[in-house]
């Protein structure tokens, strides 16, 4: 079994910004593509940002430039730096790996239980 457990939400004005983290643990062979999504009230779960076991980072249009994703390898773990914050960023924001643990000879894809991030006046 395989766990990802983020922290790092909460309420900033806008502009302000956020440090998003996401921990896997677990019986983890390897893990390749991290990534995160978000989902506001009413909306489909949309996605934000990956990021490769080789470093390579992708991000979606509607935050290019103001949101990085990194990893550290050695910890499991995937963080989301989230600059000039807008009040169209708020939403549960939920982090997602694939990851092949010693028992499976297959990559399976894993979903944290997402973190609250609120931007507002």
């Known amino acids: 079994q395989v766990h990802l457990v983020e922290s790092g939400g909460g309420s900033v004005q806008p502009g302000g910004s956020l440090r998003l983290s996401c921990a896997a643990s677990g019986s983890i062979f390897s893990i390749t593509n991290m990534r995160w999504y978000r989902q506001a009230p009413g909306n489909q779960r949309e996605w934000v940002a990956v990021i490769t076991s080789g470093g390579s980072t992708n991000y979606a249009d509607s935050v290019k430039g103001r949101f990085t994703i990194s990893r550290e390898n050695a910890k499991n773990t995937v963080y989301l730096q989230m600059s000039s914050l807008k009040p169209e960023d708020t939403a549960v924001y939920y982090c997602?790996?694939?990851?092949?643990?010693?028992?499976?000879?297959?990559?399976?894809?894993?979903w944290g239980q997402g973190t609250q991030a609120t931007v507002s006046p």
């Open positions: 997602n790996a694939d990851v092949r643990t010693y028992d499976a000879y297959t990559y399976e894809a894993y």
